[in-house]
């Protein structure tokens, strides 16, 4: 994670892993028996073959060779990058550079034999349509990434543009906007805004 340190990222597991709210598990304000459940599950929690590294100031390289070690010691199977755009330089060269990123990823994933999930920004033009909902395009730099990726997936609240009014209250669709090797279309599921959980 590039855009999270540490300590959020496990307070959200937590959040999920519990049911018990973010918002209480930031501000402390939680009961005597929801800190009960956080610590039983924190001790699990260290058993989970889940690594996190927060290193802000991490490129593509340290990636690549963090993930090798991560397969050689534990043999991770899934890798999680959050957020592309943070590892390119903002300049004039960084929709060329996010496209040389993407196929180191892609080359990666392929030699290694795993799953790497990489999270993208959207450019602005959404908030300027009507339908809200996301299209390849929308993706900042695009171009790499709908070429190198086997499967985009789009995530669209109705809730966080229509507020009281929407019709599709605690609910996110998932988008599949491309799926190299299977169908395409909108899954509804499942969302709490309090615990950050997708469910079917």
Not at 82 to 107: H, S, W
Not at 112 to 140: F, G, H, T, Y
Not at 141 to 149: L, T
């Amino acid at each position: 994670s590039k855009e999270m340190n540490n300590e959020s990222l496990v307070e959200r597991l937590l959040s999920i892993e519990t049911g018990i709210g973010l918002s209480d598990i930031r501000l402390g304000t939680i009961k005597k028996d929801g800190i009960e459940i956080i610590k039983e599950r924190k001790e699990e929690f260290r058993d989970y073959p889940i690594f996190l590294d927060a290193n802000f100031g991490a490129d593509v390289s340290y990636i690549e060779s963090a993930v090798r070690k991560f397969v050689q010691l534990h043999g991770i199977k899934v890798v999680f990058i959050d957020y592309l755009q943070l590892l390119a330089e903002r300049d004039e060269n960084q929709t060329q550079e996010i496209g040389r990123i993407t196929k180191k990823l892609k080359l990666l994933a392929e030699k290694l034999q795993i799953c790497v999930v990489v999270l993208s920004q959207l450019n602005r033009l959404v908030e300027a349509r009507e339908n809200k909902r996301p299209i390849l395009s929308d993706m900042r730099q695009s171009g790499n990434i709908e070429e190198d990726a086997d499967v985009v997936v789009g995530l669209y609240r109705d809730e966080s543009y229509n507020g009281k009014e929407s019709k599709l209250k605690g609910t996110i669709e998932f988008i599949l906007l491309k799926q190299r090797n299977g169908g395409i279309g909108t899954i509804p599921l499942k969302f709490s805004a309090d615990n950050i959980t997708i469910s079917n």
